[in-house]
């Protein structure tokens, strides 16, 4: 080497430009304090990946044991006491353990508090360590409402819809399906002891518009029978040997179908209540039927005595200023979805046919289906959103919570703490909503049909749905 070549570097590195030494030592310094900071802030960042994948994991085991726990309560409300428990999964279902279990790293118990006679809080915990910064916890809490308690009877004891939900209504099955034939769309359904009543609306006159479907085997229903009552139906409920049906004839709304021989059904009477306006919904308590038609100029509600179903005869009538879509009654009220601007939920004291008194309206969007299990709670399609809400006072009504559906609900079957809904959703004409918390609605679940929902009913675990497709009826039940 030239020693020469490099003394003279050296002093060249120490000379005027002898600051040039120090700037790359302290580049040095910083490319080392760099790789440091790289370093922990790898290690950081995994750190806090492996926290976030706990937090998963976490939150995912204490949705479980809430499920789980909400499944044995809505099952058996009595099986479950006051207390915290672990659970397993053991043949098939979910099994009390202990206090607690665990499972991994992971500590899980769930806890039930009884708020009232027929409501219990649950608490799903999950607990683990994280090593130096100590333990976590992560908790989900519901509440659960014995329903069968709570709901009064159906008005119609003759059609109360049987026992209460069972299996896994998250992952329902069809059982069966049925054509009514070309040039017929299901309007509605009515279901007493697995036979099916439906109405449709017809391309012709000549064709028939009510029909009558043997469903003992929900897996392979039979149709039975048929007849043509006139222009098309729109609503129907039946009871006993009897089926009520709201006909667009504007000479005929109100029509009485005799079903004691299901083989052979015949129209026993007809009425005319309104001049140049077909009927749209019906329903029938306590030896009534209350009837709606479309607007008209006068009344589009009316009070019908069908105590001798050969002879019906108006009690009362209301003028409600707009076409009448759904209609449900429960002791002296009626329950009204109007199509007009405002007040489109009427409430109707009916104790009085003859003096029909409004107890007040709310809403001013569209309203379609209608149910009130109880005064305090209502079930209503207002818009595309299914809404829960306090009617006790139908002077102001107050919406306990709402959830979204994506179409008009255009019938409502509750039961227990599911209901289940006709929908104008293309995707999701079939759903199921769970109020076990009525407050906080979620989807349970859904079906995607050809066709729009019309109508619905449920009885014994199996729910019927009308719709306005070839495959009108549709049969659903839980999973095992």
Known sequence: MNKQYLLMNMAHFSGEKGQSLIEILIAFTLIVLGIGSATILVFGGQGLLIDRGNTVQARSRAQEGLLAVEQMIQNDWDSVSNGTYGIVFTNGTWQLSGESTIDDRYTRYVSVTSI???RKEITSSVVWETGGEGSRIVEFVTLVTNWQNVAPPSPDPGDTGGGGVSGNWQNPRTLG???LGPGNEASDIDVINKIVYMSATASSKNKPDFFIIDATDGENPVMISELNTGPSLNSIDASGNYAYVANDDAQAQLQVIDVSDINNPSITASLEVAADAGGTAIFFTN??????????????????DVSDPLNPSVLGSYEMNGTVRDIYVRNSRAYITVEREVDTVAILNVSTPSSIV????EYIDEAYGIMSIRPALTFIGIDTDLVIADTANAAAVATIGSIGIGGNVNDIAVRDYLVFIATSNNNKEFQTINVSDPSNPSVHSSFNFSQVGTGIDYEDNI?????????????????P
């Open 287 to 304: 030896a009534k039927i209350y009837l709606g038609t479309y607007q008209n100029g006068a009344a589009e509600f009316y009070i019908i």
């Open 116 to 118: 009232d006679d027929n």
């Open 177 to 179: 399906s049925v054509d």
């Open 463 to 479: 729910v019927y749905i009308s719709v306005r497709s070839n495959d009108a009826l549709r049969i659903i039940t839980s999973s």
């Open 358 to 361: 409004s107890e007040g309206g």
